[in-house]
Nanobody, 115 residues
């Protein structure tokens, strides 16, 4: 069983930056394709970015050029660097595998972009 713990969220002004972290328990982390998802109030959860075990990445169109996903297999951690944040990026952010596993959802970390 893998446990995922997200951190790094907070309140930031439009145009600002945040770096989210997702720490995973379990020695098999390195074989998983991982992703960041987000859910805004009243909206469905959506895929933000993904990274394969070998390091290749994919991004949703609404974050391309602004967000960067990375992973450190030695630390069992996935990161999401978020730059040029917009109010519409306000959401709870979660990490999980690709495809996601329902039992892996953590508490998420809240990101609020507001002046």
């Amino acid at each position: 069983q893998v446990q995922l713990v997200e951190s790094g969220g907070g309140l930031v002004q439009p145009g600002g930056s945040l770096r989210l972290s997702c720490a995973a328990s379990g020695s098999i982390f390195r074989i998983y394709a991982m992703a960041w998802y987000r859910q805004a109030p009243g909206k469905r959860r959506e895929l933000v970015a993904s990274i394969m075990s070998g390091g290749s990445t994919n991004y949703a169109d609404f974050v391309k050029g602004r967000f960067t996903i990375s992973r450190d297999n030695a630390k069992n951690t996935v990161y999401l660097q978020m730059n040029s944040l917009k109010p519409e990026d306000t959401a709870d952010y979660y990490c999980n595998t690709i495809p996601y596993k329902p039992t892996y959802w953590g508490q998420g970390t809240q990101v609020t972009v507001s002046s």
